[in-house]
């Protein structure tokens, strides 16, 4: 059975043909980063117009490197939400277009279940129940995951996103938008305990992540010193500190996580999952508590359309089928 899936639902666009769930036929994925990099955060009606723009042909690559025609298709599946609504829009318009057209079965995916299905297309997928962070620029939320459409929120991020954190830090750094990424290669060169950040922790609320304070921390501090910033040393210091506050308050809950549930699973997924730092301290964490890892490679961490149609097979295998008056969703 052949899914066409579309994700539009932030700053990438994206199109992916999956075969049954499983085997990724092909995957494109249209970024717009370079765009919002100039004003340093997504422009939300930006977004939209450029997803307007990309998408058709988006699709159409995502067809001719499957070697497959719209008539193949079985069915179509869409972001529905959690995302900025001007652009979940044109990815849901597009979507119930092409089901109406071709007479196929729609099925409309939440963005964070799409990123924790995308493990189900590794070599190894694993089995349920697991504990899933789900990590990336607008969530930062702990599951326990019993299967794929039956998930537990059991923690999440009381202000900013971990990845968030990472753009603003990067930001006031200088170092450009999205920030993650580049943040990370400037902490290689870093020392993580030249700077005491703080790693805040709310003692009634174990599994609830704040990073607001930490990005607050870090501002003061080049307040305080500016010339910080000015010596590659320091700003490799600075970087590699932030990413090790990061780090840990994201590995120390998961461990509770682990423990309150007693899964002896765990996956991690989105944007932040990319990061190089993250996956060596849970792999060393792992080794030492012996729970199994799983982690996505990095092409299925962030936003992509291969993960939504995986989701999306599993809704219309259950008959989960979306009406063409259905909405999409900001929050939730
Ligand atoms: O899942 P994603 O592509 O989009 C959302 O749904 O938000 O995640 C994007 C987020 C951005 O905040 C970006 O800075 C962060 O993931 N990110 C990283 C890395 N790669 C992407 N953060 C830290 N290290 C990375 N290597
Ligand atoms: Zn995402």
Redesign the pocket.
């Known amino acids: 059975m052949l899914v066409l899936g579309l994700e539009t ?2 700053d ?1 666009t994206a199109a992916a043909v999956v075969a049954d769930g499983r085997r990724v036929l092909s995957s494109v994925v249209a970024t717009q980063f370079e765009l919002h990099a100039q004003y340093g955060g997504v422009v939300p009606e930006l977004a939209a117009r450029r997803h307007l723009e990309n998408l058709l042909p988006v699709i159409s690559g995502a067809l001719d490197q499957a070697g497959v025609r719209l008539a193949d298709l079985d069915g179509v599946a869409v972001t529905q939400g959690p995302g900025l609504i001007g652009a979940l829009v044109i990815g849901m318009a597009a979507a119930k277009s092409l089901a109406w057209a071709l007479g196929l079965p729609l099925a409309g995916v939440h ?1 964070l279940q799409a ?1 924790i299905a995308a493990i189900l297309l590794t070599e190894t997928p694993p089995e349920f129940p697991l504990v899933a962070l789900v990590v ?4 930062t939320n702990l599951y326990e995951v019993r299967s794929l459409m039956d998930m537990r929120l059991l923690g999440r991020t009381r202000d900013d996103a971990a ?2 954190a ?2 603003k830090v990067a930001k006031l750094m200088g170092l450009g938008y ?4 580049v ?2 290669g400037l902490a290689r060169a870093g020392d993580p305990a030249a700077f005491p950040l703080p790693r805040p922790r709310i003692p009634e609320e174990p599994l609830t992540f704040s990073f607001s304070g930490l990005k607050t921390a870090v501002a003061t501090l080049v307040k305080k010193e500016p010339a910080l910033l000015h010596e590659m040393q320091s700003r490799a210091d600075l970087a590699a500190s932030f990413q090790e506050a990061v780090v840990e308050s994201l590995t120390v809950r998961c461990l509770e996580a682990l423990r309150r549930t007693g899964c002896r699973r765990l996956l991690v997924c ?3 999952a ?3 730092r993250l996956r060596q301290a849970l792999g060393v964490l792992s080794q030492a508590e012996g729970f199994r890892l799983y982690l996505p490679p990095l092409s299925l ?3 992509n359309a291969a993960m939504v149609a995986a989701l999306g097979w599993h809704h219309l295998r259950a008959g989960r089928t979306l009406s063409l008056d259905a909405d999409v969703f900001a929050r939730g």
């Open positions: 639902s932030c990438e963005h990123h990336s620029g607008g969530h990845g968030e990472f753009d999205p920030g993650g990424v943040l990370e989105g944007g932040v990319a990061n190089g961490c962030t936003d």
